[in-house]
C-alpha cells in the first residue's frame, strides 16, 4: 500500500527530549519504518520548523519525510500551531490529488484536521491516532493548560470525521467514548518498543557509585520530575538522573531545570541531582542499563514510552498509576505502581525496592519477557498494518471507488 502518516509538530527526525518532542516522534519513526520493512510506500508530513530542511528526506529505513510550508519555518510550540493547519491541510490535498495514497493515519488532533481537510473531497480513508487528549490534559492542568480553546470540540468532531481511530491503551478507549466515539470505530494498538536496540546487555553510561534512579523525558511539569525530586529525600543513598531537556550548554538558563535544581536545594538533595540534557537517541538505552530503578512518574499519560524501553532494558521500574502505564508496568511483575503527585508514597516505594535485590532482578527479567512478547516493534506494526486493512475492507464500493 501506499501509506501517508502526517505528524504536524513531531517530526520522526527530531532530537528527543525537547519540550514539544518524545513519544510520539518515536513511534512515528517506528512505525513508520516498520511499514516500509513490510513492503509499503510510505510518506511521514510533518511541518518544516527550519529553513533550511530539505522538501523531501529518504530515509536509512526506507521511508520519506516530506517537510510542509504552513507558517514560519522555525520552532513554534504545538499549541500554537493551529493557525496553519489550513495552510498545511492544502499542501497535503495538491500532493493527494496528484499521488493519492490508500490511507492516510494522521498522529495528534491537528494532524487530524488538516488530514480530514485535504481528504475528505479526494475519498482518502484517514485514521488517527490521538496521541494526547485535550479533555484529559484540560481536568489535570486546569488554567496551566495551554491548548488551544476549542480543541475538545474538534477532537469530538474528528471522533465523527475520521473513518477509525487507533487508540494506544485501555484508558483512553474509555474517554474516547465520552467523546462519542462508536466503539466500532476504535481499536487498540499501543506503542511499542525496538528490542533490538533496547536490551539488558550492552554498554552503561558512566556510574557514580551511588544506586543511580532515572528519569527520561521531556522537562514539563506534568511529567512529574519535581515528584521524583522530592522521593529522593526518603532514598539518602541514591542519586537522581534526569535525562532529557536542553542541550547541556542550556541547562543553566532554563527555568525548568533552575525550578528542579531550587525544589532539590530546599530538600538538601541538590548535590544528588544529576541534568544530562538532551541526549541522542543512540545513548537512550545506555543511560537506562546504568540505572537501578527507572522512574516514571508523570500526572497522567496518554501511553509512556519510557516503561517499555526499561522493561526491555531489563530494568525495574516505578510508575504512577494512570494512563497506558495501567496497561504495560505489571504491579508486583515488572515493577510498582502508585499513586500520581504523592511523592511520600513514591519515596517509600524506591525506598523498598531499592533495599530488596531479589525483587528488583526478578522485575527486571519479567519486564524483558513482557516487551519481547507484547511490545516489540514488529507485533505492533503488524496489528497497525491490519487495522488499515481492516478499515479499507470496510469500506464501500463506491467509497473504495473515489
Not at 496497561?327 to 533495599?355: E, I, K
Request: glycine share 8%; proline share 6%; hydrophobic share 45%.
Amino acid at each position: 500500500m501506499r501509506i501517508d502518516l502526517v505528524s504536524e509538530h513531531a517530526s520522526p527526525l527530531a532530537a528527543i527530549g525537547g519540550v514539544d518532542a518524545g513519544g510520539q516522534n518515536v513511534h512515528v519513526a517506528a512505525l513508520a519504518a516498520g511499514l516500509a520493512q513490510r513492503g509499503h510506500q510510505v510518506t511521514v508530513h510533518t511541518r518544516r520548523d527550519d529553513a533550511a530542511l530539505p522538501d523531501r528526506v529518504t530515509t536509512a529505513d526506507g521511508y520519506d519525510v516530506a517537510h510542509v510550508a504552513a507558517g514560519p519555518a522555525r520552532v513554534v510550540p504545538k499549541d500554537e500551531l493551529l493557525q496553519h493547519m489550513g495552510t498545511f491541510a492544502d499542501v497535503l490535498r495538491a500532493e493527494w490529488s496528484a499521488t493519492r495514497p490508500d490511507v492516510v493515519h494522521a498522529h495528534f488532533w491537528m494532524s487530524g484536521l488538516a488530514s480530514v481537510q485535504a481528504a475528505s473531497r479526494l475519498g482518502i480513508p484517514v485514521l488517527q491516532t490521538f496521541h494526547a487528549l485535550g479533555s484529559v490534559k484540560r481536568r489535570h492542568q486546569g488554567d496551566a493548560d495551554t491548548s488551544p480553546e476549542q480543541r475538545i470540540d474538534l477532537e469530538r468532531d474528528l471522533c465523527g470525521d475520521v473513518d477509525h481511530v487507533v487508540a494506544t491503551c485501555s484508558d483512553e478507549v474509555f474517554e474516547l467514548r465520552r467523546l462519542e466515539l462508536p466503539s466500532d470505530r476504535v481499536s487498540i494498538v499501543p506503542c511499542g518498543v525496538d528490542t533490538d536496540e533496547f536490551t539488558p546487555d550492552g554498554p552503561a553510561a558512566p556510574h557514580s557509585g551511588r544506586p543511580r534512579l532515572l528519569v527520561l523525558g521531556r522537562l514539563v511539569e506534568r511529567k512529574g520530575q519535581e515528584d521524583a525530586v522530592r522521593a529522593l529525600a526518603a532514598v539518602p543513598d541514591a542519586e537522581l538522573v534526569v535525562v532529557g531537556g536542553p542541550p547541556t550548554d542550556e541547562l543553566d538558563t532554563d527555568p525548568e531545570v533552575c525550578r528542579l535544581r531550587a525544589v532539590a536545594a530546599e530538600l538538601g538533595v541538590a548535590d544528588r541531582l544529576v541534568f544530562t540534557g538532551a541526549v541522542s537517541r543512540a545513548d537512550v538505552p545506555g543511560w537506562i542499563r546504568s540505572a537501578d530503578v527507572v522512574l516514571a512518574v508523570p500526572w497522567y499519560e496518554p501511553f509512556g514510552i519510557t516503561p517499555l524501553e526499561a522493561m526491555a532494558c531489563g530494568r525495574p521500574v516505578v510508575a504512577t498509576a494512570v494512563g497506558g502505564l495501567v496497561d504495560t508496568v505489571a504491579d508486583g511483575v515488572t515493577g510498582d505502581l502508585v499513586p500520581p503527585r504523592d511523592p511520600a508514597a513514591l519515596g517509600q516505594a524506591l525506598a523498598a525496592l531499592l533495599a530488596d535485590d531479589e525483587r528488583r532482578t526478578a522485575y527486571g527479567a519479567a519486564g524483558v519477557t513482557r516487551a519481547r512478547t507484547r511490545y516489540r516493534w514488529s507485533r505492533v506494526v503488524a496489528d497497525t498494518d491490519a487495522v488499515y486493512r481492516q478499515v479499507l475492507a470496510a469500506r464501500s464500493p463506491v467509497e473504495a471507488a473515489r
